[in-house]
């Protein structure tokens, strides 16, 4: 069954320039990529997706992580991978969480490690399942950012729209 799933590569990831090697890990999975972009992670985004997380005591480390402050990169490339048994073919390949506990081929045992504060700098975000991918997916992208139709959607009319263009 095709499935969607999020990969963020994490401000450790952009700063040590693992972008290449870990595109080129994925692309083992023979999954499609679907959308794929660079955000600036704003406070609110970062708390929205890490709010499972919001009652333990690394909290607000973990935003600071995401938005980049420990790095100097406020940066992340989020992507959408498609296809069958997306999540499950990610996570095997990103690895364990804890660095420490990833094997040593996966992404996260090749390229994460615990920093002395205890944060753990594992380079990729995977989502959990398939009710987190289609939570995430639906925070990071909107639907005309995805080439593929993942979810239902509606189409609004503005008549008084800011946005930025070209100039």
Known sequence: MNQAVLILIK???LKKSLTGNILT???ETKLEIVAAKIVRVPRELAEEHYKHLKDKPFFNDI???IQ???HDRKKVLALVYWGKDAIKKCRELAGATNPEEAEATSIRGSY???TTSGVYENV???SSDESEAQREIKLWFGPDEIIVELYPYKKIVCKECTRT???
């Open 124 to 126: 990729i975000h995977v």
């Open 25 to 27: 890990r994925l692309s």
């Open 63 to 65: 935003i600071q992580y």
């Open 165 to 167: 263009a070209w100039a």
């Open 11 to 13: 401000p450790d990831g």
């Open 112 to 114: 994460g490690r615990i």
């Open 68 to 70: 980049g402050e420990l």
